[in-house]
């Protein structure tokens, strides 16, 4: 019985056969299968040979609430897919994207030319940033009431404390809406991720979104991040990016 | 370039969160990208779910990986 599946990290697309640099990849040799031509670039599919006693389904489903082992597959995963970053499309795969072999792993991304075609066009020459914004608890949060003589005062205060803290919300909201759509012009296209999703550090999620930048258009979304986050830093608003990533985000229909 | 100096010269305020960093390469590879479905893989269920629990537990995931100084290094880009 044969002994290994293909695990595909991406495909990357590119006028010349692109060098592999990065060759450990979650197990096995990286190495790359030819695709044909997607317009005027040649396509390979990026991949490894991994033993399926530890990337069979039925190891892999064992395996999966062993944190640091996905973790370390995860890392391994997106190095190899990050090593092909300066080739001229790269369409990511999945963690444990594995088929019986070579064949059917081609004959899988044949069926879906016209997908991958698709996803390549739209990610050429570009590259995805994420960019979060928190609120600093402690910076947004309404003063407490002060300590009131009467219960009229008391109850006054607890309302100005309510009314604040919807304040708060509602021009958290404005904020972030426009930060989206003023980084969304440098972009070609994003996405926001209905917050809530990541645990985060440091208070509320108000936006996690994915933006495909021109790489010639990086360093100006950069610029306008930086920017805009020493504006809003002083009313509690924190702003980080991350990146550049393949494009997760956006290889997807 | 000294990339790391000059940022944190800049503000605090474009936060650079490593601890978030692993986390970020589980939420890309697990919950988006493509597409394929290896036939391998096809039973491996709930990759959401994996996600899901393996974000419930980022700081543990942050100590048990060491091995990714490249993703810190290019956040503070």
Redesign the interface.
Known sequence: MKST?T??YC?VAAERRPAVTRTRGVAGTVRLIEQGRAAALKKWLVVSDVP?DR???AA??AK??D??W???A??A???VV?SFSNAAAV??????????DDD??TA??RA?GE??DA?IKRVRDRIEL?VRVTLDGARSQAPPPRRASTGAAYLAGKKSQRDRAVELARNAREVVAELYDQLSTVASDAIRRPAS?????GGPLLLDAAFLVPRTATARF?KV??RR??E??PGGY?????????P??F??D | MPRGIKRRAVADAVLDEPETSVLDVLDHVLTKGVMATGDVTLGVAGVDLIYLRLSALLCATDRVMPAAPRRRARSRR
């Open positions: 599946g695990y595909v495909v399926l990337f069979g389904e892999i489903n999966l609430s944190l640091e996905v973790s370390r995860a890392v995963h997106e190095a990050e369409v990511p795969m999945k963690l444990f994207t594995i088929f019986t059917r792993a899988n991304f879906q997908v991958v996803a994420g999703e990541l645990p985060i550090k950069r991040v930086e986050a020493k809003l830093e924190r702003i980080a990016l991350t990146g550049p990533w393949p997760y985000s290889v997807r």
